[in-house]
């Protein structure tokens, strides 16, 4: 733990994605939990937040993640999909989700959580060695965060 002045920080603030395919494992990572996430997780502690951590997509960008990022380097075209499932417990926060059929039929490099459908409301970012997903291929996801 670092600390300045009067005040203690944590350790990095972060979480693990995990992609898989049929049960098997395809890529598992660590994220990077971005300045505009922190800010959010600290204002709705204080003010609440009509918004919600809710949003994910990907894209192939291969730059790594900065806690200045503001979105996903490349992000896919379609937009942002909501996640499936929302659970806490035991202080974990576990996000699930899917890619089916059509969606997200090329590339993945990068992931992303967002705490808004729209705008620069990135919460985190992943990178990871490419996968491609293809027509028909179904990728489930996970990620969980833990405080």
């Known amino acids: 733990m670092g600390m300045k002045k009067d005040c203690i920080y944590l350790p990095k603030f972060q979480g693990v994605l995990t992609l898989s395919k049929n049960g098997e494992i395809l890529r598992q990572e660590h994220n990077l939990v971005t300045n505009i996430g ?37 992000e896919a075209t379609g937009g942002r999909t909501a996640a499936t499932t929302r659970v806490v417990s035991e202080r974990v926060l576990t996000i699930t989700g899917q890619a089916a059929g059509g969606i997200y039929n090329q590339i993945w490099a990068e992931f992303g959580f967002f705490y808004g459908s729209t705008g620069s409301k990135l919460f985190s970012r992943i990178v990871f060695d490419p996968y491609t997903k293809v027509s028909g291929e179904v990728i489930d996801w996970s990620y969980k965060i833990a405080l």
């Open 38 to 74: 922190k800010d959010f997780v600290l204002n709705s502690m204080v003010e609440g937040t009509a918004d919600s951590l809710n949003y994910w997509s990907i894209g192939d960008g291969t730059t790594p993640p900065s806690e200045d990022d503001i979105d996903l380097e490349n």
